[in-house]
């Protein structure tokens, strides 16, 4: 993690730098805020990762001599397949749809939104996924 907050800090160094740049230059506000912003955003993250570098063991990435299967370990539990994003994407589709369209499709897209929500949170409490 040290790795990642000095080149967080080192890219704040940059933005900073652009974001002057920019700023004498073009005199143009919203892209000068932007950069100014983008500093910020850079500055806390990388004072986070550097921060918590402080606290935590030395990881694998921290040692130059290190091989990328030593970090290795468990990816984790993926879930079978499901239909359920596949509501939820069509659902959320429709409720933006209804913001350029009319509210009167949020109506419509409502009972899938809940439909895929439910089915996905329940997945494991039903049907072949079901836990005994």
Not at 9 to 38: M, N, R
Not at 68 to 97: C, K, M, R
Request: charged share 15%; glycine share 10%; aromatic share 18%.
């Amino acid at each position: 993690m040290k790795i990642q907050g000095k080149m967080f800090l080192w890219l704040s160094v940059f933005v900073l730098a652009v974001a002057i740049l920019y700023g004498v230059w073009s005199k143009e506000p919203a892209g000068t805020t932007a950069l100014f912003l983008a500093f910020g955003l850079c500055i806390m993250v990388g004072y986070y990762l550097a921060f918590t570098a402080k606290r935590v063991d030395a990881m694998a990435q921290d040692d130059t001599e290190a091989d990328v299967a030593d970090e290795a370990g468990e990816v984790g539990f993926f879930a079978p397949h499901s239909w359920q994003p596949l509501s939820l994407a069509i659902g959320g589709a429709l409720a933006f749809l209804g913001v350029a369209v009319g509210w009167w499709l949020v109506y419509f897209s409502f009972p899938l939104l809940l439909i895929g929500l439910f089915g996905w949170v329940f997945e494991y409490y039903r049907g072949e996924n079901q836990n005994q």
